[in-house]
């Protein structure tokens, strides 16, 4: 027994020892911990002193262990009440707990940290003390600030954005309504324009029509606006003005439309263009049924006195006849040379009446009324053949270059044809000087689709001034009027008509003291054809 | 009297029975090298190994049992190497709770002033196996208290020490700049134990 409690005693002694030994160990485990650990720990008793602090802890506030243990927790922080406060919520609540405040180091420099702190408990669970974290957040709070403020710069900016999209919105809307009140003001032009309109847009669908278009074809906007061209011949007082437009809405100007008995239109389409873009064409409906009505009377008038005057011109140019041939009795020299004056006067007066009933016929639109199958070669051959004579006796040289292959036959008003190219060959015999000459080409043009012929003459020419109103009425140039007296001013403007009654074109060129070339073309057989179904 | 010289003090200071965890001697280590840096702690061991008593402070372990005569030694072997005063020695009592393991062990008991107060006792315990800690009087109203050590009786310097030792427990509980330690009974002054009164306002 005696030896038995040395034994014990021994080994008692033995696992104190090996206690110790692991204690000791212990401590400096958690010194070297404590020594590496980057964050910053420190041991706070109950009453909130400083017990114990790592190295890190004292690297961050500046303090010694030495200086700063036993020291009151609060001395290293700000907000003083606000940690001891956060301290004693913490033990109340339990668990572990973060908040920022404001450490101040031992140089008095304000940091700001981010502190965790856990409530220290013994093995009974009774409270012993706290054990806090702290972190210097210094970058993350500068980050933070630095991001704070960015949001804040960009808030600003966005705000300012907002402003300025406010800005151009209410732009927008003033804009928007000033747009609005510029179309309601175009609307109402539109609307009391005297003009008919339509507008089509790019794909030829009628967007628009006005009013008195409304009225002019007695159709209703609700019903037409939305229909293609196409669709809008179901109208049946639309389809004349569609057959005019064609299904593309050709280029037209001041075409006339006659729409019924008592509305005659003049229909122009205006192509709308922005920049080379077209989005659209403008139609255009001019009431001219007055204007027609008083261009009637007056041709009627000009007829009625024309035919009038012609009887008794007829008359008198057979008595004159009779008197130059002598069979109402001899006369003299003296008295022949009186009455062959009379006569060429009378001649004149004749041709003019006879010019200005071609007027009328032409302005009323009856003109042209017989159209034949003919060889047109042989109608101006026929023409030339009349000039012989008088260019012999002029001393003018005619010369006619027929074209190397036979001219297909076209459909002609022979008469008036060759009365078109008699106009321009008198004007060249009449106003080219003696030792002139005059040339006249017929050929086939476009494989044969077109005839064109040309009457050059070395002429007296039209002066350049003059040239736009050689086809008008009565236009007569100034230095023909200075040298010639005779010519009514109208065999031009018949002429022009008359090849436009063809389908024809006609043009010239010319040069004041060289001489004029006029040209004139007709289209072939089946252009023609289409032409006449026209009218 | 004549004043002994330190050859002579740390002879009769061996006399002392009794001793002391090695947690002190690492708190005097702590406190000379934070005050004279490592050179300072080196001359203290070479200046204790001419004394004959010498001791290697990196080699003490920290809770076991060393000569409190040897502890003692040290103070007065730093206080004549590098000239401190009695304040020094106080500061040193004053700071070595910061440095020590066994406070740190302790630390449990601080809850408040009084139960420190009243743990003070087996404080004393953990750290000698000789002599021993009374609670006085604790008046938190008039705001004072008092201990008492019996059976020690080694070197008036420890009271000193001891006062700024005791200031520290006080100033790691209550709250307040202005504690105040006074050591109202000493054995040196023929009282028959040491009485330590710590007031605050």
Redesign the interface.
């Known amino acids: 027994m005696d030896k038995a409690k040395p034994e014990k005693k021994e080994i008692i002694e033995k696992e104190l020892e090996k206690a110790?030994e692991d204690?000791?160990d212990l401590?400096t485990y958690i010194e070297e911990f404590s020594y590496f650990l980057p964050l910053a720990i420190c041991?706070v008793?109950?009453?909130?002193?400083i017990?114990?602090v790592n190295q890190a802890f004292q690297k961050l506030t500046g303090y010694?262990?030495?200086e700063i243990?036993?020291e009151?927790l609060d001395l290293i922080f700000s907000e003083k009440k606000e940690i001891n406060l956060f301290l004693d919520q913490s033990q109340q609540k339990g668990g572990s707990k973060i908040k920022e405040l404001t450490l101040v180091s031992k140089e008095e420099k304000k940091i700001p940290v981010s502190i965790s702190v856990s409530v220290r408990r013994?093995n009974k669970g009774?409270?012993?003390?706290y054990f806090l974290a702290i972190n210097d957040i210094s970058e993350t709070k500068k980050s933070r600030e630095k991001l704070e403020e960015r949001v804040e710069e960009r808030t600003e900016e966005l705000e300012d954005s907002r402003k300025a999209l406010m800005n151009m919105l209410e732009d927008v809307e003033e804009a928007r309504e000033d747009a609005e009140g510029e179309k309601n003001k175009t609307l109402t032009i539109v609307a009391n324009l005297s003009d008919g309109l339509l507008v089509f847009d790019k794909n030829n669908n009628l967007s628009l029509i006005n009013p008195q278009a409304e009225n002019f074809f007695s159709v209703k906007t609700k019903e037409v606006v939305g229909n293609s061209i196409l669709e809008l011949v179901r109208f049946p007082n639309l389809r004349t003005l569609v057959n005019l437009l064609g299904m593309e809405i050709k280029g037209i100007f001041r075409k006339e439309l006659m729409v019924s008995e008592n509305l005659t239109i003049e229909v122009s389409t205006v192509p709308m263009v922005f920049g080379e873009d077209k989005f659209g064409t403008l139609v255009v409906l001019h009431d001219i049924t007055r204007e027609k009505m008083v261009e009637r009377i007056k041709t009627e008038f000009v007829s009625l006195a024309a035919h009038q005057l012609r009887t008794p011109l007829s008359a008198i140019k057979w008595t004159l006849r009779m008197l130059l041939d002598g069979d109402l009795g001899e006369i003299t020299k003296k008295q022949r040379e009186f009455i062959e004056k009379t006569y060429q006067s009378n001649e004149r007066m004749i041709n003019l009446i006879n010019d200005l009933l071609d007027v009328t016929r032409i302005e009323e639109g009856r003109y042209l009324y017989k159209p034949v199958l003919s060889a047109f070669e042989n109608v101006v051959q026929f023409v030339v053949n009349s000039y012989q004579d008088e260019t012999k006796r002029k001393n003018i040289t005619l010369e006619f270059k027929k074209p190397r292959t036979k001219l297909p036959r076209i459909t002609i008003d022979v008469e008036k044809v060759r009365l078109a190219i008699q106009n321009l060959l008198d004007n060249a015999v009449r106003y080219t000087p003696s030792g002139g000459k005059i040339t006249i080409s017929l050929e086939s043009l476009n494989e044969g689709k077109e005839i064109q012929l040309s009457i050059k003459d070395t002429g007296v020419g039209i002066p350049q001034d003059q040239q736009e109103r050689v086809f008008t009425k009565f236009f007569r140039a100034a230095n023909v009027m200075r040298m010639e007296t005779e010519g009514s001013g109208l065999g031009l403007f018949i002429t022009k008509n008359i090849i436009e009654a063809h389908g024809g074109k006609i043009w010239f060129e010319s040069k004041e003291g060289e001489g004029t070339t006029f040209f004139f073309s007709i289209p072939v057989k089946k252009e023609f054809e289409e032409f006449l179904k026209e009218f | 009297m004549d004043k002994l010289s330190l050859k002579e003090e740390a002879d009769r200071l061996m006399q002392v029975k009794g001793n002391v965890r090695g947690a002190v001697f690492q708190t005097h280590a702590a406190y000379i090298r934070q005050r004279e840096g490592e050179k300072g702690l080196t001359a203290v061991e070479r200046k204790m190994e001419e004394l004959g008593y010498p001791i290697k402070f990196s080699e003490v372990e920290p809770l076991n049992w060393y000569s409190e005569a040897h502890t003692i030694l040290v103070i007065l072997v730093a206080k004549e190497l590098f000239n401190w005063t009695d304040e020094d020695i106080f500061d040193m009592g004053n700071t070595a709770p910061k440095y020590s393991f066994i406070v740190k062990l302790l630390m449990k008991y601080f809850l408040s002033p009084r139960k420190t107060f009243e743990m003070t006792p087996k404080y004393w315990e953990k750290h000698y196996d000789f002599g021993k800690l009374e609670i006085g009087e604790f008046n938190e109203k008039e705001k004072y208290m008092s201990v008492r050590i019996k059976g020690y009786k080694t070197h008036p310097i420890v009271c000193i020490f001891h006062r700024g030792y005791f200031l520290r427990m006080c100033q790691y509980v209550i709250k307040s700049k202005d504690i105040t330690m006074e050591e109202t009974k000493c054995v040196f002054r023929g009282d028959p134990y040491h009485e330590y009164v710590a007031r605050w306002k």
């Open positions: 110790k204690l000791e401590e041991a008793n109950p009453p909130k002193f017990i114990d010694k262990s030495s243990i036993g009151p013994d009774n409270f012993i003390g």
